[in-house]
């Protein structure tokens, strides 16, 4: 329990004592103040950049999706190159053939 100050010891504490107090106490509000505000803009700062690394997430996984099907598009028309290639390869050689068994 606190005991209220006698007379005696509300003397004993200076004025100048108590002005020094209240100056402390308003620098250490004043500093707690800045500090509430450097915080809030921290927050803010860290959630744009969540916002920004979710955004480029997103856009990166969009690229390699996109880089995934121009791969397998590429695959498939190489394929479709490769068996027409064999086809046509084929088809000279049965018209060689054909040319060579007419000149005989």
């Known amino acids: 329990m606190i005991t209220p100050l006698n007379e005696e010891q509300v003397q004993d504490i200076e004025p100048e004592e108590v002005k020094l107090l209240k100056e402390e106490i308003q620098k250490q509000k004043a500093k707690t103040a800045k500090m509430a505000e450097d915080l809030q803009s921290l927050r803010h700062d860290y959630v744009d950049l969540k916002k920004d ?52």
């Open 53 to 104: 690394y979710e955004e480029r997430i997103k856009a990166h996984e969009k690229l390699i999706r996109k880089q995934r099907a121009e791969r397998d598009y590429t695959f498939r028309i190489k394929q479709d190159l490769a068996a027409a290639n064999a086809e046509l390869t084929k088809r000279a050689q049965e018209r060689d053939v054909v040319s060579s068994a007419e000149r005989q």
